[in-house]
């Protein structure tokens, strides 16, 4: 998983940008972050092991909202992209 994570950061600068994804979507990252800033998520950070799993769920959850909330076919269009200037 790990070794394609500049896919995955190269795939949400894309759908970010890409006019056709609604705002919406775009705000599903946005009100992850800040869930994450709100006083209750930073106290969790001070217990060792449920502070970082609590960063890891909210980030992959916001993450895979913004996917799932952006069109399909515009998702497919830029990983199509990208998995040709990979082969490249």
Not at 9 to 19: E, G, K, N, P, T
Not at 20 to 45: N, Q, S, Y
Request: glycine share 4%.
């Amino acid at each position: 998983m790990v070794r394609y994570l500049p896919q995955f950061v190269r795939l949400f600068a894309r759908l970010m940008a890409d006019r056709r994804v609604p705002i919406l979507a775009k705000l599903a990252p946005l009100v992850g972050l800040l869930l994450l800033l709100t006083p209750p998520a930073l106290e969790l950070d001070f217990i060792p092991v449920v502070g970082q799993l609590d960063w890891l769920l909210v980030g992959y959850l916001s993450l895979q909202l913004f996917i799932w909330l952006c069109p399909a076919d515009v998702v497919r269009e830029h990983v199509s992209q990208l998995a040709r200037s990979n082969l490249n």
